[in-house]
């Protein structure tokens, strides 16, 4: 079996809503924090939406996926995990303990 460089975005989250604020009221976030968690998510957003237009409409955009020339050999066996489902089962894990 050969091995061929695999190009994917990795980013698997969804989002229906803008960021918020922690219910948590021991987290307590400036409003610097909150400013710069918008820009970040805002901008995520903008990247998913150029990426998806781009892929739909075949043309070569703005937004450009990295893929190595020459792969690693030492990550050949790596595989990308899921985290959302990894807190999922690590917060069930700690709530049946």
């Known amino acids: 079996m050969t091995s ?3 190009s994917r975005v990795v980013y698997n989250g969804k989002r229906n809503s803008s960021p918020r604020s922690p219910t ?3 987290e307590i976030f400036t409003p610097a924090h909150e400013e710069n968690v918008r820009f970040i998510y805002e ?3 903008g ?3 150029d990426l998806r237009s781009q892929l739909s409409g075949g043309e070569r955009g ?5 893929v190595e020339k020459v792969p690693n050999p030492s ?4 595989k990308p995990i899921d985290l959302s489902d ?4 690590n917060t069930q894990d ?3 303990s």
């Open 62 to 66: 703005l937004v450009e996926e990295y």
């Open 94 to 96: 700690a709530k049946k």
């Open 47 to 49: 990247v998913e939406r």
């Open 4 to 6: 061929s460089p695999v």
């Open 86 to 89: 990894l807190k999922r089962r």
């Open 43 to 45: 901008a995520w957003q």
């Open 24 to 26: 948590n009221s021991s």
């Open 75 to 78: 990550l050949k066996t790596f």
